[in-house]
């Protein structure tokens, strides 16, 4: 019998296209799942309203259902809930760091922006490090650079 756990087991394969070492499952973006007789429901939150690879991920969700065999599939994108930085696993919290990218910190201790001023160097570990610019190449990341190991970094943002 197909369950809920099944397909976000599945949807695992689904990739951020900016970050394919991170899944839209881990990067919190799949936000529910549900299976009642033939139909299959993916409930999807971007980052942020507008993001331009929206309609891509909605599409590879459907192709790697459609390939384990479920013929009917609908994906919704849902801004019920705003996505937060929070909902990122701490799976997709190491591959962000593995991949060199310093994880957000928990929006639940975010409460100064002087957070914002410093972020952990996800190559040396460093905590002597400077935001650079609060604007990287997406709206949810910003460039850091490290003053131990010399490194420019990126971050995502809490939110």
């Known amino acids: 019998m197909l369950t809920r ?3 976000f087991e599945w949807l695992q394969e689904v990739k951020d296209p900016e970050i394919p070492v991170l899944s839209l499952v881990d990067l919190g973006v799949i ?3 549900n299976v009642a007789n033939d139909l299959v429901h993916v409930e999807m939150t971007p980052t942020f309203v507008g993001c331009p690879a929206l309609d891509y991920m ?3 969700v459907e192709t790697v259902l459609k390939e384990k065999g479920i013929r009917n599939v609908k994906v919704e994108v849902n801004y019920k809930k705003a996505w937060s930085s929070d909902l990122i696993s ?3 919290r190491a591959a962000l760091k593995m991949y060199g990218f310093a994880p957000p910190p928990s929006a639940l201790v975010f409460a100064d922006l002087g957070i914002l ?3 952990i160097c996800p190559r040396c570990d460093g905590e002597n490090t400077e935001m650079k610019t609060p604007f990287g190449p997406t709206l949810c ?3 850091y650079y490290c003053l ?4 420019a970094f990126e971050q995502f943002k809490a939110i």
């Open 5 to 7: 756990d099944t397909i």
């Open 31 to 33: 936000t529910e799942v």
């Open 58 to 60: 909605k599409a590879e």
């Open 90 to 92: 701490e799976k997709g």
């Open 117 to 119: 001023e410093q972020a």
């Open 141 to 143: 990341r910003s460039i």
């Open 148 to 151: 131990d190991c010399k490194e």
